[in-house]
């Protein structure tokens, strides 16, 4: 018989020795792993989460049953959970993540308030017992649907506000009204998806709102953590923030309302793909660490857009600052930007380097202030109401961008000519000053490129928008 040249012929005895065995691991292995089902409705605590008519009914019971590589399915039964989903052991390993598939369900911050706690305060004034929390966070008091305005201090408040202090809420209803009549909700949870010292973790299809600190929290020695198709919104502090050295992967998520939509620190590092992040007191702030932002809406943040800059070390980390890795890096490209005070501020040595870009309709669309550096390319700022760019005591590179109307500002030098800029900075030597031309079903560029041997600058792709059901603000 001729043999078919490099074909290689494998005897049984090999198959016995290596193969079979092998088939033999992996099926075991798959069979260690279980499916943990929670139901927040029918479930019980006492059964055994095996099956969905054994579902548990807290998250709490649900996360003591998993092994690692186990399966957390969240069953969605249209009523919120109302309690943290905690990860803080090592319940997954690189071939054998722990998955948790929320099935599109909320985790909601809110607890309704026993009314049996208020105690009258002063004349009119409603006292309700709190535990302590960090003043970086940002509870709110819901009546029904409304959320109740907070007045500045005790003394300045009128009906219809509440006042947060360190150990107690106080709430001054309109009169005629008690707690006791109203239905009172406060956002007393801590974060909504919170992993602590926990590797190789997944998480999809999960919503976490209303929370007095963040929506998704990572802390500690935490790696392979990937989250996809999320949403965090209207949080106290962040709707996802990574600290320490922690690593994690997002894709597809929605930010919106909170005070930062993300904010990662220490000497993190964090890799975000499409994503939309709006409506946010900060837009996306990395500070410290290294960070990939690609394929993202950023528009309609009160402040920044996009923030980066120095971090410094926390916990396990010590003290000592002077790692470059608490500079703060950011490689980010085909972004959208759009609105607020600044497009993207850098400061204090934080790193940029961006690409395929467009930034439109900020105050400023790039902000470098403190020895900040960043990297521009391909790149498109326009109508802008202060400047396009401005440098002040910074470094800025790059080139093949386009400006529109032209208003560049380094150090002290406002309004200069583009010729004075690359002179300055001695960047941009292939930039223009010119309006671009967009296609008519996209907001990418018709210009000229730039030579033949280059791209158009702007962006390079355009997806639907992350879990949102309308493009609008």
């Known amino acids: 018989m001729i043999k078919p040249i490099g074909v290689r012929t494998v005897s049984l005895s090999v198959c016995h020795r290596f193969v079979y065995p092998l088939i033999l691991l992996l099926l075991t292995q798959s069979s260690w792993a279980a499916t943990i089902h929670v139901n927040n409705v029918t479930g019980k605590d006492t059964h055994t ?57 909320v985790l909601s911050g809110l607890v309704k308030l026993d009314p049996a706690k208020w105690t009258e305060h002063s004349d009119g004034v409603y006292a309700y017992p709190i535990q302590p929390m960090p003043s970086n966070w940002a509870p709110v008091l819901i009546n029904g649907s409304q959320v109740i305005p907070i007045a500045g201090d005790e003394a300045s408040m009128i009906e219809g506000q509440c006042v947060w202090q360190k150990q ?82 997002v894709r597809n998520a929605w930010f919106h309302h ?124 326009q109508n802008c109401t202060t400047s396009e760019v401005r440098t002040i ?13 032209g208003h560049l500002d380094v150090d002290h030098k406002r309004g200069i000519s583009m010729d004075a800029f690359q002179t300055i900075t001695k960047a941009d030597a292939h930039s223009r000053i010119e309006q671009p031309s967009f296609s008519a079903d996209a907001p990418l560029i018709s210009n000229q490129p730039f030579s033949p041997s280059t791209k158009v600058p702007g962006l390079t792709h355009v997806y639907p928008l992350p879990l949102s059901k309308s493009d609008a603000p």
Request: one cysteine or more; a negative charge.
């Open 168 to 249: 107690r809420l106080l709430y001054k209803p309109v009169t005629g009204n008690t707690p006791a009549t109203l239905p009172l909700e406060a956002s007393l949870i801590d974060s909504g998806v919170a992993i602590v010292n926990s590797s190789y973790i997944t998480v999809r299809n999960l919503i976490s709102e209303r929370h007095a600190n963040d929506g998704f929290n990572i802390h500690g020695n935490a790696r392979g953590i990937i989250f996809e198709n999320i949403v965090g919104r209207y949080n106290g502090d962040d709707g996802c923030s990574i600290h320490e050295d922690g690593q994690l992967l």
């Open 258 to 381: 909170n005070q930062f939509g993300i904010e990662d620190v220490n000497a993190s590092t964090s890799n975000y793909q499409a994503v939309l992040v709006e409506h946010n007191h900060v837009g996306i702030h990395f500070t410290g660490g290294y960070h990939q932002l690609t394929d993202s809406i950023l528009r309609n943040n009160t402040t920044d857009q996009l923030q980066v800059g120095r971090g410094f070390p926390s916990g396990y980390l010590g003290k000592d600052n002077t790692p470059f890795v608490y500079d703060g890096f950011c490689l980010a490209k085909n972004l959208q930007i759009s609105g607020g005070a600044n497009g993207v501020l850098v400061v204090n040595r934080g790193k940029v380097a961006l690409a395929n870009a467009l930034i439109s309709q900020s105050k400023i669309g790039i902000l470098l202030l403190h020895g900040a550096t960043l990297e521009l390319r391909s790149s498109i700022i």
């Open 393 to 405: 005591e910074s470094h800025f590179l790059g080139d093949y961008n386009l400006y529109y109307p």
């Open 49 to 105: 989460g095996q099956s969905l008519d054994q579902s548990v009914k807290t998250l709490q019971m649900a996360v003591k049953l998993l092994q690692s590589g186990d399966t957390l399915h969240i069953a969605n039964t249209g009523q919120a959970y109302r309690e943290s989903l905690i990860i803080d052991r090592d319940l997954g390993t690189p071939d054998m993540p722990l998955v948790i598939e929320g099935n599109g369900v």
